[in-house]
């Protein structure tokens, strides 16, 4: 596991994060670089991005880790809540819920925190699956060797919904205006929160990435998967390298980093079978198609053929 979370691009640091490497134990914190085996309540990482400007989204980011710590105390971990995989999302779910509550309230108690919010994202490592619940646009992604990187979250934002829609093309969302703004968060006092939640199996060799749109906003998917890629034995080095990148992207934001990678004991990855391009694919359809109107046009001929032939002896017959 590794992780890092600095100003970066900004004056104020309003990001926040939290990993443990053993949920049973109660213990937070990482031994970044080395090996440890998964506990039977598994392992944690939680990063936060918050909102509010001068102190206050700093204070709605360290009170929402905050509250998922106490919510992800050992003792609370019972087994009803490790039951299944439904029953280990419905506890996420609670627990960002919980976490939005506590933002809250601590705005009704303190008026220069009015208005302060926080985006989250976790991932929850337990026996063979990872669980990721989140609520905004901080992201949660995957990298495996043999299948590349994988987006696990989907963002809560104006711009993912005009993508969800049809009314933007994908490949224009990263430069697109309006890609700050979110949909939901922790903290809006208008509705409760509404974090989604997922499940996805484990492999060998995956690379579990949180990180705030810090790093995000300035990295596109195809850059960050190029940066694992080449740094994939070791989350020291994929973290070293996503900070030098995103630093010379040009950050304006704060950026956080948290990694976590599965030596073994998860599933094995096979390679993905090789896919024909698209336009190979139209070619063999093309010619497939034609084929086809070959086949019609024969057959059409034949019957032409026939029925001429029928008619010509008819007609000698009759004469």
């Not at 896919?275 to 109107?293: G, H, L, Q, S, W």
Request: aromatic share 6%.
């Amino acid at each position: 596991m590794a992780a890092r979370c600095e100003a970066a691009g900004r004056r104020n640091n309003e990001d926040n994060f939290q990993l443990t490497d053993n949920l049973s134990e109660d213990q937070w914190g990482f031994v970044t670089g080395q090996e440890v085996i998964l506990g039977e309540k598994g392992v944690l990482l939680v990063v936060c991005d918050g909102m509010g400007g001068m102190t206050a989204g700093a204070v709605a980011s360290m009170l929402a880790v905050k509250s998922i710590k106490e919510s992800f105390a050992a003792g609370r971990l019972t087994p009803q809540a490790l039951d299944s995989p439904d029953t280990i999302l419905h506890f996420i779910e609670q627990a960002i819920i919980t976490a939005d509550s506590q933002i809250k309230e601590d705005g009704l108690l303190n008026r220069e925190h009015e208005g302060m919010g926080s985006t989250i994202v976790l991932a929850w490592i337990i026996g063979r699956k990872v669980y990721v619940g989140w609520c905004g646009d901080s992201r949660a992604y995957r990298y495996n060797p043999a299948s590349g990187l994988e987006r696990l979250s989907h963002d809560h934002s104006y711009v993912q919904d005009l993508v969800d829609s049809g009314k933007l093309l994908k490949e224009l969302a990263f430069d697109h205006p309006d890609s700050n703004i979110i949909t939901r968060s922790l903290g809006d006092v208008r509705k409760q929160a509404q974090p989604d939640t997922r499940c996805f199996p484990l492999y060998n060799d995956d690379v579990i990435l949180l990180c705030s749109d810090g790093l995000s906003g300035v990295l596109r998917d195809v850059e960050i998967e190029k940066i694992l890629a080449d740094n994939a034995g070791s989350v020291e080095n994929c973290r070293n390298a996503l900070w030098a990148e995103s630093e010379k992207a040009g950050w304006t934001d704060n950026v956080t980093i948290a990694l976590c990678r599965i030596g073994s004991g998860a599933a094995q990855t096979e390679k993905p079978a090789i896919e024909i391009p698209p336009a190979e694919t139209a070619v063999i359809e093309m010619k497939k198609t034609k084929r086809n109107r070959i086949k019609i046009v024969v057959i059409t001929l034949l019957l032409l053929a026939i029925a001429a032939g029928i008619g010509y002896f008819l007609l000698l017959k009759y004469r």
